[in-house]
């Protein structure tokens, strides 16, 4: 019972195959074999028996796929071709070829060329274990070619004695041709032609019929006419026969060269054998990998009983190559959603609206994803691991068993009920068609209604109107429909889920031209209620065209504004540039002019020293220095506003010319986020503006300007503290002391010396004011002070 069950379910599945298309999808897919052996395993692709065969036939196809993504070109089967017959002949005694034993090298080669190439990369654990058991022999390879030349005939270097016979070979044949040439030169008027030619393996020369018996010897041939004889002469022979003889052991030594060489073929046979099977399987996942990437397909992912299918925009394969290679129509994708919960999709439809072919389109999907091949469909591709994919499509008649296409589709049915489980998909095409609608209607509903209970999923094709109520009376049931255009009354192809078929015989009959009396009698015997399910239908076949056309806009908007996101990102990546390289110029500019206005106070101080110090001249020098801080240092004005954006205001972007709510402010680093539109983005307090114009003024900090000292008398260095010689300068980074210790060197110059005071802290600001009193052209020297004068927190600068 048991092997009646196997054949049974081998029939139908392979039935299946067929009705499906897939042997011509094998077809296409051997096109992309690189070798013989991967195009003839593609055209008799086996599938899969377990999920785990075909997550490892998915795992190679994917490695294969990004290894040749890296590769600089596409991974090389050069040099493999089909060596199973010569191994078979080697296995049971038999002698190879010289060109069967090349084709072993080349095989050898070439694998040991794609092993490293699969060894030598990361990420493809799978195809690294295939190729770790493979041997590829270098040292058999090595002496075919010692023993084979190229031209597959056994070389001098095979053997010495080899070299030596075809070296006695020679010295014969070239007597001989000295020989002929010499009687061919005697006697010219009996020759036909000049030349020497072979009969068999002896030499011979033409020679004119008339004339036999000046040139005495045998007879090997004679030309057509009769005219010209081919003849050995007698000072030949005996060299002829000693040729023949070393040919023979020519012959014999060649044999003996093959055969040894067919015998280590022979000994290592299981293990070529075993070379030649992975190749092969790598050439087949070559093509898969190959084969999907033109499809343009994704990486399948099988789902889990609670787990819905996705195929989105998923194409036949079989239309896809119609259309690239035959010229054929545009092949219009289908979306297929399909809950956890349903186990049968009732699809309607108009005839020639396609629901023939999304069956196909979803069989293939489910035997391609389960034959390791990527889905042509939009990521994420989702879809069960079927155990049995069991089809019933088109008709079925035999003539001689007097069936009707009704009796055909319930004989193929009987089967799939034998073979289903509950991993299996079922396809049934027009199910309950041939026979009384309303028998058939019934005989429809009880067939899906069993297969609901005992299949993983059922997609049947119906135009039984009552299948459309299945759905609101089991959840396991769902309807579809091929979308039908009522202005053109032809079918778009699309599929719509959700959404029964509606009948269209009415519409089209009334646009084709029927009379309007006969339509409304119609409609009066299908009844007002079938009437209002068809409105209802229609419109929520125009609320679906109402939301797919929002969702166009929508996207057409969405890409209009990342293109406008990204507009302005650019634009204030490069306003944020041109701002550094302004601050950039503008330190420049500084840098400059500090260097400037130390050469002028080395100038005033040297000028100053150069004579005698008086209270005059100090008033000078002071003035002058003064000065040049007034010219130099930048000045400290009050803010014009006291402005500050606050949390939740609108505020105006000048430089994008958008108006945008405040986020967040961030007063320390001068920052504040903002919000316009569906971006973010973090600017610059100065880069904004209230809606009334006011802008945001950061203050600098004031320098610590001391006033100038009154005119004093000269007298000696003071030996104290006061106002005039003492800067306190704590709390200020390096850059903004130096202007300040400018200033208070110029006013202390008179006293000659400095009290500064820059506190403990880190010491790093000490250690800075260090490095600018030591390069100052008036600093003599500088110490820290006492520890009653404030110790390491304050320096000492004597001045010049």
């Known amino acids: 019972m048991y092997a009646v069950l196997q054949q049974v379910t081998s029939l139908i599945q392979d039935e299946t195959l067929e009705l499906l298309e897939w042997p011509r999808l094998c077809q296409h897919l051997s096109t992309f074999a690189a070798t013989k052996l991967g195009a003839i395993a593609a055209r008799q692709f086996p599938l899969p028996e377990t999920r785990e065969e075909s997550l490892t036939l998915l795992a190679r196809t994917r490695e294969i796929h990004d290894l040749e993504q890296r590769l600089d070109g596409k991974l090389s089967f050069d040099g493999i071709t089909d060596i199973g017959d010569a191994l078979e002949r080697a296995k049971i005694g038999g002698m190879l070829s010289g060109q069967e034993l090349m084709d072993i090298a080349t095989t050898l080669a070439g694998t040991r060329r794609l092993r490293r190439t699969i060894e030598e990369r990361e990420g493809i654990p799978v195809l690294q274990e295939l190729v770790s058991e493979v041997r590829t022999y270098p040292e058999i390879e090595q002496e075919i070619h010692r023993c084979i030349d190229e031209d597959g005939n056994v070389s001098d270097r095979a053997s010495p004695k080899l070299r030596e016979v075809r070296s006695q070979m020679k010295v014969i044949r070239e007597r001989i041709y000295r020989k002929l040439q010499d009687i061919i030169q005697k006697q010219s008027g009996a020759i036909q032609q000049a030349v020497i030619t072979q009969r068999g393996d002896r030499f011979v020369i033409p020679v004119k019929a008339p004339q036999k018996d000046q040139v005495p010897g045998i007879i090997h041939d004679t030309s057509s006419t009769g005219a010209t004889i081919y003849v050995e002469p007698n000072a030949i022979i005996e060299q002829g026969n000693q040729l023949r003889q070393h040919r023979r052991a020519e012959q014999l030594e060649e044999e003996r060269v093959l055969r040894e060489l067919s015998d280590t073929i022979a000994t290592a046979h299981e293990d070529l054998e075993y070379l030649l099977a992975i190749v092969t399987t790598l050439d087949l996942s070559t093509a898969r990998a ?112 007097s069936l009707s296409t009704f009796s055909g589709h319930i004989r193929r049915i009987v089967r799939i009920l034998e073979a289903v489980n509950s991993s299996s998909l079922v396809l049934l095409d027009e199910v309950g068609a041939g026979t009384d609608p309303a028998e058939g209607s019934a005989l429809a509903i009880a067939l899906l209604q069993d297969l609901a209970d005992r299949a993983r999923l059922t997609v049947a094709t119906t135009h039984y109107g009552e299948l459309k109520a299945l759905k609101y009376q089991d959840q396991r049931f769902e309807n579809a429909s091929v979308e039908f255009d009522d202005r053109t009354l032809s079918p778009t192809y699309r599929l719509l889920w959700g959404i029964p078929g509606r009948s269209n015989a009415l519409t089209i009959a009334r646009r084709l031209g029927l009379a309007e009396e006969i339509i409304e009698t119609a409609r009066e015997r299908v009844g007002g209620f079938s009437e209002e399910i068809n409105q209802v239908i229609a419109g929520l076949e125009a609320q679906r065209r109402e939301q797919e056309q929002k969702a166009k806009e929508a996207s057409k908007l969405l890409q209009q504004t990342e293109k406008f996101y990204t507009e302005v990102s650019e634009k204030a990546a490069s306003l944020q540039d041109r701002e550094r390289e302004l601050k950039r110029l503008q330190e420049q500019e500084v840098q400059k002019a500090l260097q400037q206005a130390r050469a002028e106070i080395a100038a005033v101080i040297r000028q100053l020293q150069a004579g005698p110090k008086t209270g005059n001249d100090a008033r000078q020098a002071t003035e002058e220095l003064n000065a040049i801080a007034e010219r130099v240092l930048p000045k400290v004005e ?68 001391a006033p100038p000292p009154p005119p004093t008398t000269k007298k000696e260095d003071p030996l104290i503290r006061t106002s005039n010689n003492t800067v306190d300068i704590r709390g200020s980074r390096v850059a903004e002391a130096e202007p300040d210790l400018e200033k208070a060197i110029a006013r202390a110059t008179s006293s000659g010396m400095l009290w500064i005071i820059h506190g ?9 004011v260090h490095e600018f009193l030591e390069h100052h052209p008036q600093v003599k020297r500088f110490e820290l002070a006492p520890q009653n004068e404030g110790g390491s927190g304050v320096t000492i600068a004597y001045l010049t």
């Open 760 to 768: 403990k802290g880190t010491g790093k600001l000490r250690e800075g």
């Open 290 to 401: 190959r084969y999907s990437a033109w499809l343009g397909g994704n990486f399948p992912r099988f789902t889990e009983p609670d787990e819905p299918i996705t195929l989105r925009r998923l194409h036949h394969p079989l239309l896809v190559w119609q259309k690239q290679h035959e010229q054929g129509t545009e092949v219009i994708p289908i979306d297929v959603q399909i809950n956890p919960v349903t186990r049968v999709v009732a699809i309607t439809g108009p005839n020639t609206g396609g629901k023939t072919v999304t069956l196909k389109t979803l069989g293939l999907a489910a035997l391609m994803a389960k034959a390791g091949l990527y889905v042509p469909a939009r990521e994420p591709v989702e879809i069960p691991w079927f155990d049995r994919i069991l089809a019933d499509i088109g008709d079925e008649q035999s003539l001689q068993q």
């Open 638 to 705: 009050k803010p014009r506003s006291s402005y500050l954006p606050k949390v939740g205001e609108r505020i105006r972007l000048p430089n994008l010319g958008q108006t945008a709510e405040v986020l967040a402010v961030n007063s320390e680093a001068g920052e504040v986020s903002v919000r316009f539109g569906i971006m973010k983005m973090t600017i610059a307090m100065t880069e904004i503006e209230s809606l009334d114009g006011q802008k945001v003024e950061i203050a600098p900090k004031p320098a610590k300007v």
